[in-house]
């Protein structure tokens, strides 16, 4: 019997062809999230439910999918799944780490180099139609060679951001709210507390997990103890940075910049105050969108889910103890 599974977007064809080989799919067509009481509605038979940050994985929905057998995520976080409770179903939940750790490192460091050269300010600029003659005044920025930055979370994207670094002659501050990473390179990062990080940075770049410690992990605290100067660099979970802080932060000095990929909320109107302050650089959610990179994670999610419903283990299974103990 062919298994039914939900797909809550329109993800590259190249996982999308492999979960409609194996399955019975229903695909939710539209650009925008899958409404709450259609999601509800359409779980109510399925087996499998591939999904996206977009979608919360939470009891209410898993009493409403009484067949489920597997989540699959798409996308190296799980912070939309109540993972305990699929857990205590018996369901086991994937993601794709590791496949976008270069794709989103190689943005991180975009975004800090459009803001210390007012890159995105210049480009409007011109076309506001301002750029009248070369001035030795204009648009001066700051200089990335030689600088200190600061990262904030030091798992996979984090030593690859400070791995981009090198190439700058940067001098790196690592401090990771977790555990010190076993077998780190002395010579990539120096590893400090958070207070010296953030006192020492010109830049400032986050990289941890969201999770209940990590919530607000940076705000009015944190800014206050960096420099004038400094520019954050958020390409995490926007709820990582308390956005009010932030905007107070930008508009009375005390910091220079910030470059967002995340944004809390999620998306920001375009009207929102951070949206609109020119020292603020504020991108829609696409560290990890380079056509490889997004089809690799299309890849992964449909093996996760093809493996669930075959009863095999997820090659990515972000809560392996629902297997119970290896023999």
């Known amino acids: 019997m062919v298994q039914k599974v939900y797909v809550t977007r329109r993800v590259p064809e190249a996982g999308l062809t492999m979960v409609s080989k194996g399955c019975d799919a229903e695909i939710w067509e539209a650009e925008t999230p899958v409404p709450r009481d259609v999601l509800l509605e359409k779980v ?31 996308a190296v976080g799980y912070n939309n799944i109540d993972v305990a409770a699929c857990t205590a179903r018996g369901i086991p939940v994937g993601n794709t780490p590791g496949v976008l750790t270069d794709t989103t490192a190689d943005f991180a460091f975009a975004l800090l180099m459009s803001a210390a050269r007012r890159v995105t300010e210049g480009v409007t600029y011109v076309q506001d139609g301002k750029w009248v003659t070369w001035g030795p005044k204009l648009l ?69 997990p969201l999770t209940a410690e990590t919530e607000r992990f940076v705000g009015m605290r944190e800014f206050a103890k960096m420099k004038p100067s400094a520019i954050l660099i958020n390409t995490a979970r926007g709820p990582v940075v308390d956005p009010d802080a932030l905007l107070s932060a930008l508009v009375e000095g005390r910091i220079a910049g910030a470059a967002l990929d995340v944004t809390e909320p999620e998306p920001l109107p375009f009207d929102h105050p951070l949206v609109t302050l ?16 997004r089809n690799k994670m299309a890849v992964i999610a449909a093996e996760n889910l093809l493996a669930g419903l075959e009863g095999s283990r997820l090659p990515h299974c972000v809560n392996p103890e629902v297997y119970g103990p290896r023999l």
């Open 44 to 74: 109510a038979d399925v087996e499998g439910l591939y999904c996206l940050l977009t979608e919360q994985v939470d009891e209410a929905l898993l009493d409403a999918a009484p067949r489920l057998r597997v989540v699959s995520n798409y």
């Open 140 to 208: 001066l920025g700051v200089d990335v060679y030689g600088a200190t930055l600061g990262i904030v979370g030091f798992g996979r994207i984090g030593q690859a951001v400070a791995r981009r670094a090198r190439g700058f002659d940067m001098r790196v501050l690592a401090y990771d709210p977790y555990s010190v990473p076993q077998g780190l390179d002395p010579d990539l990062a120096q590893l400090v507390d958070l207070d010296t990080l953030l006192a020492e940075s010109d830049f400032v770049s986050v990289h941890v």
């Open 278 to 293: 020119p020292n603020c650089i504020v991108t829609p959610h696409i560290a990890s969108a380079s056509v490889a990179t």
